[in-house]
Nanobody
Framework: QVQLVESGGGLVQPGGSLRLSCAAS????????VHWVRQAPGKGLEWVSN????????YYADSVKGRFTISRDNAKNTLYLQMDSLKSEDTAVYYC??????????WGQGTQVTVSL
């Protein structure tokens, strides 16, 4: 079955960096768009970024543009999110999501990112 397992979250000071990873299995990873979606405490889901199957086209929410970089390694079935210049408002649970062309079909369990002094 489809599995998406995020890792790399943690506590970081404002201005710091983290790199999230998402290990995918159970499907042809290189066929699908994949996304990062986050949920801050007490708030709804916020789309962060996505990347096309070949890894050459990516899009970002305005709130993270210029600070976050999405990438993928199809040989390793892994999605990444490099987060730099982190702000307190980036504190959230970050989810890796597979899109099946119609909807967000599969979600990981999430990884917590906390930006605080």
């Amino acid at each position: 079955q489809v599995q998406l397992v995020e890792s790399g979250g943690g506590l970081v000071q404002p201005g710091g960096s983290l790199r999230l990873s998402c290990a995918a299995s159970g499907f042809a990873f290189n066929w699908y768009w994949v996304h990062w979606v986050r949920q801050a405490p007490g708030k709804g889901l916020e789309w962060v970024s996505n990347i096309n199957p070949g890894g050459r086209t990516a899009y970002y929410a305005d709130s993270v543009k210029g600070r976050f970089t999405i990438s993928r390694d199809n040989a390793k079935n892994t999605l990444y999110l490099q987060m730099d210049s982190l702000k307190s408002e980036d504190t959230a649970v970050y989810y890796c999501v597979r899109e099946d062309g119609y909807s967000y079909a599969d979600w990981g369990q999430g990884t917590q990112v906390t930006v605080s002094l």
